[in-house]
């Protein structure tokens, strides 16, 4: 049986905030992606901080079974004997390659990426790196690749990225309609755009 090449998208706290899921954010290059193939209507985060959330996504295990009950950066880790999934890929004879960020770990390798390609961190230049990798002849098959974007972690007033209109909103029914959420849900949807722009040229 052909094995399938593998490439994972992650953006950093985006949640449903897409076009697909009803937001008002366009985000037409995502929208393609679920109605070609499948949108999670039920699907639940196990954790309300980043490094759980992608632990689980990583290892199939809940945070308090891998470890990750808080965020890498703050000393959490996973437990020494904790598989993650470019591991398994990696035993299984896949290339394994890190493009952008991961908050799961000090370093790659403990993850199970033999190849860390690109510098930055940003949705336009994972988007370039994981492009150069996917039109090269270099990368051998099969491969998983990991593309981590920083967006759309705050501030969401960042310099380069274009504000939605904060009068074009929806406004979630959890948030209250004040000028200030709108401003946050204006910033965030261009760094949304962002993201999607590169998963468009992914």
């Keep these: 049986m052909e094995r399938p090449n593998i490439v994972v998208v992650i953006t950093h706290d985006t949640g449903r905030r897409l076009g697909c899921y009803g937001a008002s954010v366009s985000?037409?290059?995502?929208?393609?992606?679920?109605?070609?193939?499948?949108?999670?209507?039920?699907?639940?985060?196990?954790?309300?901080?980043?490094?759980?959330?992608?632990?689980a996504i990583?290892?199939?295990?809940?945070?308090?079974?891998?470890?990750?009950?808080g965020l890498a950066h703050l000393g959490w880790r996973l437990h020494p004997d904790e598989r993650c999934l470019a591991q398994v890929l990696g035993d299984?004879?896949?290339?394994?390659?890190?493009?952008g960020m991961q908050h799961e770990a000090p370093g790659p390798a403990r993850l199970g990426y033999r190849r860390v390609f690109g510098e930055r961190r940003d949705a336009a230049g994972v988007g370039e790196a994981v492009s150069r990798l996917l039109?090269?002849?270099?990368?051998?098959?099969?491969?998983?690749?990991?593309?981590?974007?920083?967006?759309?972690?705050?501030?969401?007033?960042?310099?380069?990225?274009?504000?939605?209109?904060?009068?074009?909103?929806?406004?979630?029914?959890?948030?209250?309609?004040?000028?200030?959420?709108?401003?946050?849900?204006?910033?965030?949807?261009?760094?949304?755009?962002?993201?999607?722009?590169?998963?468009?040229?992914?």
């Design 27 to 55: 985000t037409p290059h995502l929208d393609q992606l679920a109605a070609e193939g499948i949108r999670f209507t039920r699907a639940f985060c196990t954790a309300p901080q980043c490094s759980p959330s992608r632990s």
């Design 58 to 69: 990583l290892t199939g295990r809940y945070p308090h079974q891998n470890g990750m009950m």
């Design 92 to 99: 299984a004879g896949y290339e394994t390659v890190l493009c």
């Design 135 to 202: 039109t090269g002849a270099s990368l051998p098959l099969p491969f998983f690749i990991m593309a981590g974007m920083v967006e759309t972690h705050q501030p969401f007033d960042k310099e380069g990225y274009l504000a939605d209109d904060p009068a074009a909103e929806r406004v979630p029914p959890y948030l209250p309609d004040l000028p200030e959420v709108r401003g946050d849900l204006a910033g965030f949807g261009g760094l949304v755009r962002a993201a999607d722009a590169a998963v468009g040229q992914i």
